[in-house]
Structures are given as C-alpha cells and as structure tokens.
C-alpha cells in the first residue's frame, strides 16, 4: 500500500484572532515595542506550524511568514532596496518605511515593488556598479 504525504504550500499568517494584526497596529501607534511585535509574529508562527502538524501534515512549509509583505521582506533580506531608503536602519525600520513611507521617501508602491524584485538578479554586493539603475531616486 502506498502512502500518501500531504503538504501545506502556505497558512494564513494573521493568527486565528488576527494577533499579528493587532501586534502590528499597536507597533505602529508606539504603544508597544519591536521586541513585543517579535513575540507576536513568532507566537503566531509557532501556533500556525502546531496546528497543521497536530493536523497529520508531513510537510509543514517555512520561511513563508512575513511581519508585513513578503515582496517587501525580500527586498530587505536581498539588500535592494531603492537609494531612498539607504538612511533608514536595516531591518523591521526599513521594511516598515518601504511598506508605509517616512519623511523624504515615499512607501513603494506594488509597481515599485515588482520591478525591485525583477532587478534583483543583479549582483547586491556592488548594485551600483552592476546595475547602474539603483542610484536612480525612483
């Protein structure tokens, strides 16, 4: 008899009772910090892998949970996001500003955001001596 092996190819990231949500709005506001915002997301990360394993799922699909945007979590991890953004510290700070904007760089837009990720191939150790593009203030 053969068995069969079931996979999940993503989950819901928001939490049951919309945890991350409500985590991410309160980091926002400045009434809680980048530290409680964490705990959150890894609670509710932590809580999504339970539930599909305590499911009988055999493969159980991670690096798919984002804070915000995955495209947005991308850009940050490969290190391409647009010269306007270079002030900003790497991290939760940066991927919040390219989400929502801050002063003096406007938020990506989702046009913005595909042709980042299309002109990612490009070497990110020296962007702008391989895609001369980055230093563009697009």
């Given at each position: 008899m053969k068995s069969v092996t079931t996979s999940t190819l993503g989950f819901p990231r928001m939490g049951p009772n919309r945890e991350l949500k409500f985590a991410l709005e309160k980091y926002w506001k400045g009434t809680t910090t980048e530290k409680d915002l964490l705990q959150a997301a890894h609670a509710v990360e932590d809580m999504a892998w339970a539930v599909q394993t305590d499911a009988?799922?055999?493969?159980?699909?991670?690096?798919?949970h984002y804070l915000y945007d995955g495209v947005l979590a991308w850009t940050e991890m490969l290190g391409v996001a647009p010269i306007r953004f270079e002030n900003v510290?790497?991290?939760t700070s940066r991927l919040f500003a390219?989400?929502?904007?801050?002063?003096?760089?406007?938020?990506?837009?989702?046009?913005?955001?595909?042709?980042?990720?299309?002109?990612?191939?490009?070497?990110?150790?020296?962007?702008?001596?391989?895609c001369p593009f980055f230093s563009l203030s697009w």
């Open positions: 009988g799922m055999n493969r159980v699909t991670v690096g798919d510290p790497r991290g390219m989400a929502r904007g801050v002063d003096g760089a406007t938020a990506l837009s989702k046009y913005t955001k595909m042709r980042v990720l299309l002109r990612s191939k490009c070497s990110t150790s020296s962007l702008t001596a391989y």
